[in-house]
């Protein structure tokens, strides 16, 4: 093993000797690679005319923390709701325990497998990091930082490769990179030398099944699914090396055991969301101040994990600050305080910027109600990639101006592709389109649907939906969209009543696990009345369940607002924050256990 790692670790370093044709050829595709990884766009709050903003990637690129996993096997919670439980523990084990894999040791020995890899999985919840740890990493290879010993890198999108029939490896490889073609077949005689990167299996709309492959011939054509099993199985290019990203739900449903390591993408550790606050704002005052204000909210702040929500949450307040450039008191206090709260304001500053830029299209209601059902097919059906047909299906009509805000495209006509800005902003559309387009059935069978998947793939479209119960919440929407549905209101607030009542008659499944999803809606729903009509002074037992600091922060909101109640919170594993997290609520409580 020792004699192998130097060995390997020398040709990282030192790279591989090939012939001058291959070598000019290799330097062309590396200057185009440079070309498209060298820089990050930073993109500006959508809706306004700023352009977006290029910076070098070593400049930019912020560290993610990338751990050893397989918890994707069972994964019974939505999976950022879980991922954020799991960054709090691997926050506590950063020093010790867990095996920390930085990109340049992606593919050296792996002593769980006992091998050194040559299929790796990169697992990650949407707005993580996955796509621009692969940016960086391409580009440390092109500049020679690591894995020297690959002649050539392919970097593949599955979201471009949808587009694709039958087909062979070659043709892919060409259709990317057409200047390969005189020199393609010397280029994979040697396959040792080859890497195949494959961004974003969760978005792939092909059969891939890890379990057998046939295929053996590069210029043979067949589907998508068929040649990317192949490499990673190595009937296909015997002795190449695979790196393959993915959101850890498509992970549950596929055979991951031919992968020789799987590590997932934790996002950021504290110090790292400072250094994105700083970089966003590039003004001390307000980078404290946003920094300081999303640390004291646990709700805002545990999600800061991932990388997306840091810029939803920077671009918010910075709307917020530039509209008050003095920083008040009363500035601070009025910020979102819930997660539908914070979603509001991103949307509404951006329909703020809409109508003073307006150009006669058609009104904000009409496309966020087309655009919402959209987005709610999209989650009750996981899919978070759209074509020109569901456009035309739900009747959502591409205005540049609105439309970008919200969307992104992909690719060329005819083939173009949409994905909204955030799986969590596809989500808030999802529930807020039940509030402008209120039907009783509707929202009845949608709840019930969301309630039966145990995936948990609806949990944060249902606290969009408690969110939008609140009528300070939805009344801040009002005069871009007029008035939301109070009967939608209504609905919601007696489905948390029901729901409530159900969780704590039932048995508890999963050791009142349920119950605290049911606080979490209520939380969202800040509606202090509801709670107090919910939980009356019945006992709270939440013996044996884990609470982490922000299901102290939930709790206690739930507690302030009930009167004498008894609370049995033994074996909760709760840290001294969640502890000061549940001070406030202490006076209410008759008895703690």
């Not at 920094?291 to 999600?303: A, G, R």
């Not at 919440?473 to 549905?485: F, Q």
């Amino acid at each position: 093993i020792g004699e192998g790692l130097v060995e390997q670790i020398l040709l990282d370093e030192l790279g591989c000797s090939l012939s001058p044709k291959l070598r000019d050829i290799q330097e062309k595709h590396k200057h185009h690679l440079m070309e498209k990884t060298e820089t990050l766009v930073e993109h500006r709050p959508p809706g306004t005319t700023l352009e977006p903003q290029r910076f070098l990637i070593n400049e930019r690129y912020v560290k993610l923390i990338v751990v050893s996993t397989d918890h994707f096997r069972q994964r019974p919670q939505n999976e950022l709701i879980q991922t954020g439980v799991k960054h709090e523990e691997c926050l506590k084990k950063t020093q010790t325990r867990l095996e920390h894999i930085t990109p340049n040791k992606l593919f050296r020995w792996n002593h769980q497998s006992q091998c050194v890899p040559h299929a790796v999985m990169v697992s990650g919840v949407p707005g993580i990091g996955k796509t621009t740890l692969i940016q960086k990493f391409v580009y440390d290879w092109v500049t020679g930082k690591h894995y020297q010993r690959f002649a050539f890198v392919f970097f593949f999108r599955f979201r471009d490769l949808n587009r694709l029939g039958e087909v062979s490896l070659e043709e892919i490889i060409l259709q990317q990179y057409p200047y390969l073609e005189g020199q393609i077949g010397d280029i994979l005689e040697d396959p040792e030398r080859l890497l195949f990167i494959f961004d974003g299996l969760d978005e792939s709309i092909h059969q891939i099944d890890f379990r057998s492959s046939k295929l053996s011939n590069p210029k043979q054509r067949t589907d998508i699914g068929e040649i990317v099993v192949s490499l990673v199985r190595q009937s296909l290019l015997k002795g190449c090396s695979v790196l393959m990203t993915s959101r850890p739900t498509r992970l549950g449903s596929v055979n991951t055991d031919v992968f020789q390591r799987i590590v997932e993408i934790m996002g950021f550790l504290q110090r790292d969301r400072r250094i994105f606050f700083n970089h966003f704002f590039g003004n001390e005052e307000w980078s404290e101040k946003a920094f300081h204000y999303v640390q004291e909210n646990d709700t805002l702040y545990t999600f800061c994990y991932i990388p997306a929500y840091c810029w939803i949450i920077c671009t918010v307040l910075s709307m917020c600050f530039r509209a008050q450039p003095t920083i008040t008191d009363q500035l601070m206090t009025s910020l979102p305080k819930t997660v539908t709260q914070l979603f509001v304001t991103f949307v509404s500053n951006i329909l703020a910027n809409h109508s003073q830029n307006t150009d006669g299209a058609h009104t904000a209601r009409e496309l966020l109600t087309s655009m919402g059902w959209m987005a709610e097919h999209g989650v009750m059906n996981h899919m978070i990639v759209f074509d020109e047909r569901h456009l035309e299906s739900f009747s959502v009509r591409n205005d540049k101006h609105l439309f970008s805000s919200f969307l992104m495209e992909s690719g060329q006509p005819p083939d173009v592709d949409y994905t909204f800005l955030h799986l969590t902003l596809q989500e808030f559309f999802a529930a807020l389109v039940h509030f402008i387009d209120y039907d009783a059935d509707r929202l009845q069978e949608t709840l019930d649907k969301a309630e039966s998947y145990e995936d948990g793939r609806a949990e944060i479209f249902l606290r969009f939906l408690c969110g939008f119960s609140d009528s300070t919440t939805r009344s801040m929407l009002k005069s871009h969209v007029g008035e939301l549905s109070t009967q939608a209101a209504r609905h919601v607030i007696t489905w948390i009543r029901e729901k409530t009542t159900k969780q704590r008659s039932d048995k508890p499944t999963r050791g009142n696990r349920d119950l605290l999803n049911v606080f979490y809606y209520l939380h969202e729903s800040r509606n202090k009345a509801l709670v107090s009509q919910c939980i009356g002074s019945n006992n709270i037992d939440f013996s044996n369940v884990p609470l982490s600091p922000l299901d102290c922060s939930v709790l206690s909101f739930i507690l302030q607002s009930c009167r004498e109640i008894e609370v049995n919170l033994s074996s909760c594993n709760i840290e001294s924050k969640g502890l000061r997290q549940l001070i406030p609520a202490l006076h209410n409580i008759k008895s703690l256990g």
